[in-house]
């Protein structure tokens, strides 16, 4: 019973949503669990924007590794590359999903291993000096994400996942 009630709550928490700074909110935070003795991780989520001003995300942070830091996947000759943005813009009125092998925050120096049914928090900025701390849901090392289906994955572990499509949803309070 202990393990369904940590997947339980894992899954609770991959689909709580978080609003904060002018119409942005953020949901479905997740991350794959550690495989061996891994020292990078990474974070999927989706940011919303309600507003009418497009929104940049500038900065994240989390306690479980020594930097996190805003990505992106892009090809370049043919070769998918990763590389580091300075801000992730969610569109005014729009969503941006964060996901395996398009935009993500990327974890350096883990100072732990992601444990699946575990989670912990990442906090999120932005431009306009706003933070949310959100609660990332520790998923299987082949987890796709949250309507994804079925299929491989690019970058950050590859494998093969089915993701919900449905879930419930809670407003939590900002922390600044």
Request: net charge negative; aromatic share 6%; no cysteine.
């Amino acid at each position: 019973m202990k393990p369904f009630a940590a997947l339980f709550a894992a899954a609770f928490l991959l689909f709580a949503q978080t609003a904060w700074a002018a119409g942005l909110s953020a949901d479905e935070a997740w991350a794959r669990a550690s495989m061996g003795a891994g020292t990078t991780g990474a974070v999927f989520l989706v940011l919303h924007n309600d507003g009418a001003q497009a929104q940049r995300i500038v900065s994240a942070s989390t306690p479980v590794a020594e930097a996190a830091e805003l990505h992106t996947h892009s090809m370049n000759d043919g070769v998918m590359q990763m590389r580091q943005v300075e801000a992730l813009e969610v569109p005014a009125g729009g969503s941006l999903m964060l996901q395996p092998g398009g935009d993500h925050v990327m974890l350096f120096g883990m100072k732990q291993l992601l444990q699946e049914g575990e989670t912990f928090e990442l906090t999120l900025t932005s431009k306009s000096g706003e933070s949310v701390t959100l609660p990332v849901a520790v998923m299987s090392p082949t987890h796709m994400g949250p309507g994804m289906g079925q299929g491989s994955g690019m970058g950050h572990g590859s494998g093969m996942g089915q993701g919900s499509q449905h879930g419930t949803q809670m407003q939590m309070q900002p922390q600044n």
